[in-house]
């Protein structure tokens, strides 16, 4: 008996439907990513081991799908290895290459590669699929999209500027009404535990407060204690624990607890410039916030944290999210220090989000408009240069492939969604008409072929 057939965990198949809606958000993606003077990038499925080994930490680096060597893989493997059954050592042989885990580490080796060909600032985006070799579960998979968009070659704040704009823009498109930018600076961070003398655990003190939303003031704080903090320094800080209102209610907070940071003081100056030019601008639809317990990426980022929560009543993390770093290019040993900003979409959970909300607009359905019923060979000849007209004005249509049964062509565009059907039997080639049945209302009228293309124009 043949075997059942399945797909690996933790990918997925796509229907015509879903791949049709998840395009309507690539698209709104691309058209807002160009309209702010992004360049399109991509970069191969696969890399050099070298490339993104030891780029992401120990956890990442366990999480990358290696690929087998050619051939036979186990033909340059040493002896002592293989008897050892060193994993590490024998992976290293076996495998030369890897699919890319993100698309920052792959942006930043083309970045060094092309340094010479690019202009810089070099505004760059890029929609593709990562894998991970992480655990399946709802929400996660091991093959997913990443649509980012970067900004290397400048420390500008307008950059950061920009990229609340651009959230903004693409998230009214969308439709996402209420979808808030939260905003951060690691320098803000930093000179807080710099405050209450904890530099040297700054890593636990901002994981510890990034989970605020989650555990609560007390989990936070029993947490720090935990990792060595103490109880003084907890309470020099519990003021950010409760801090609310305006985003510049929220600075002047700040600005006390940091009056002896030059580190924090520099962060609040960061955040002040891009609010009072996003303040200046405006915003149509995205609320931008100063969340000063978001830690978000804290080893990767260096100035502003950026992440976005989708309109209050859904149940969803972080939609998108991004920040400044100082140098993209050092991980790869470039003398040439580069400065950039970048911020990704999250796809699969903007389209959970757009499907929770019903705000998938009807076109964003692409299918057949037009299907013609086939009543036999010269019926559809007939029918088939009617299709090559509609389709010289772009209108999608198509004729039923076999002369069946009208119930059977009738139920077919049923299935598929396919809103007009039209009937042109012997009748309508003696009149040179042909008859447009609305699958909805049931109206039905007689048109020529050119009044058939402007009814459904």
Not at 129 to 140: L, S, T, Y
Not at 285 to 293: A, G, M, Q, R
Not at 372 to 397: D, M, P, W
Request: charged share 25%; aromatic share 8%.
């Amino acid at each position: 008996m043949a075997q059942k057939p399945s797909i690996p965990k933790g990918t997925r198949d796509f229907s015509p439907e879903e791949v049709s809606r998840r395009n309507y958000i690539i698209n709104t993606l691309r058209h807002n990513f160009e309209l702010f003077g992004f360049q399109p990038i991509e970069t191969p499925s696969f890399e050099n081991s070298s490339t993104l080994m030891g780029k992401y930490g120990d956890e990442g680096d366990r999480l990358i799908f290696k690929i087998l060597n050619s051939g036979d893989y186990l033909s340059k493997v040493s002896e002592e290895n293989y008897a050892a059954k060193d994993s590490n050592a024998l992976t290293s042989e076996i495998s030369e290459k890897a699919l890319r885990y993100d698309l920052t580490v792959p942006f930043a080796r083309y970045v060094v590669q092309h340094q010479n060909e690019i202009e810089f600032p070099f505004k760059r985006y890029q929609i593709q699929p990562v894998w991970r070799a992480d655990r399946p579960q709802k929400g996660r998979f091991r093959e997913f999209f990443q649509c980012d968009a970067d900004a290397v070659g400048s420390q500008s704040l307008l950059q950061e500027v920009t990229f609340v704009q651009l959230y903004d823009a693409v998230f009214t498109d969308l439709g996402l009404k209420g979808t808030t930018v939260k905003m951060n600076n690691r320098k803000i961070l930093s000179g807080l535990a710099e405050t209450i003398g904890a530099s040297d655990k700054l890593i636990d003190f901002t994981v510890a407060l990034d989970k605020l939303d989650k555990i609560g003031e007390e989990g936070v704080i029993t947490e720090m204690l935990s990792k060595g903090i103490t109880a003084e320094a907890i309470e020099r800080v519990k003021p950010i624990f409760k801090v609310s209102g305006s985003f510049a209610e929220k600075l002047s907070v700040l600005k006390e607890l940091l009056a002896d940071s030059e580190t924090g003081k520099q962060g609040i100056e960061e955040l002040q410039y891009i609010n009072e030019k996003i303040e200046a601008l405006g915003l149509k639809t995205v609320t931008l916030d100063l969340n000063v317990t978001l830690a978000r990426g804290l080893n990767y980022y260096t100035g502003a944290i950026f992440e976005v929560a989708a309109p209050k009543g859904v149940q969803m993390g972080s939609i998108g999210g991004g920040g400044r770093y100082d140098d993209l290019t050092s991980i790869f040993g470039s003398n040439q220090p580069l400065s950039g900003v970048g911020i990704s979409f999250g796809l699969d959970r903007i389209y959970l989000v757009l499907e929770e909300l019903n705000l998938f607009p009807e076109q964003a359905i692409k299918g057949t408009r037009l299907l013609f019923l086939n009543f036999g060979e010269n019926e559809a000849l007939y029918c088939l240069k009617a299709v090559q007209s509609l389709r010289e004005a772009g209108i999608t249509a198509e004729l039923y492939p076999d002369s069946a049964k009208m119930k059977k062509q009738m139920s077919h565009a049923d299935k598929r969604n396919i809103n007009f059907v039209v009937l042109a039997g012997t009748q309508e080639m003696a009149d040179g008409v042909y008859t447009l049945k609305n699958m909805k209302t049931g109206e039905q009228q007689s048109l020529n072929l050119q009044a058939l293309i402007k009814a459904i124009s």
